[in-house]
């Protein structure tokens, strides 16, 4: 094999290495509204409408989901008693504002949250929100 070739061969596949870690870098975190949209509305039948004149996600008529303003915050339904050990694990993804506080909502930065923690807190937010027996069909579509 001649020299060039070799070297060639090695600043290509560095050039790739480095591409292929710039793509898995960009998608480890952020979600923008088109991700988000898939997520909610793969969910058992979950609706968008809007909320506050922005996209918001039901279930059976009940808010579990909306975007805030911002376009880069959602506000979730979450369980009160979770919500406290969610927003001291990773305060710089999720927190509140004072108009939250007492709601069973927390809000969650979706440029800073992973795709698949993002499909976790849907999929729990739409639990919340969803009547029993729909949500027993979730959970077996699940196993």
Known sequence: MRKGASRKTTRSSARSATRAEGAKKRSTRGVGLAGLRRLALALPETQE???????????????????????????????????????QADPQTFYLTDHYRDYPMM?????????????????????????????????????
Do not use: C, M, N
Not at 59 to 73: H, I, P, Q, T, Y
Not at 114 to 136: C, G, N, S, T
């Open 49 to 87: 409408g809007t909320s506050y004149g922005t996209p918001a996600f039901r279930v059976k008529g009940k808010l579990f989901a909306r975007l805030l303003d911002d376009g880069e915050s959602l506000a979730v339904k979450v369980d009160l008693e979770e919500r406290e050990f969610v927003l």
């Open 107 to 143: 809000l969650v930065r979706l440029p800073r949250i992973h795709v698949d923690d993002l499909r976790a807190v849907l999929e729990q937010a739409w639990r919340i929100a969803a009547p029993k027996r729909l949500a027993a069909t979730l959970e077996a579509r699940s196993s």
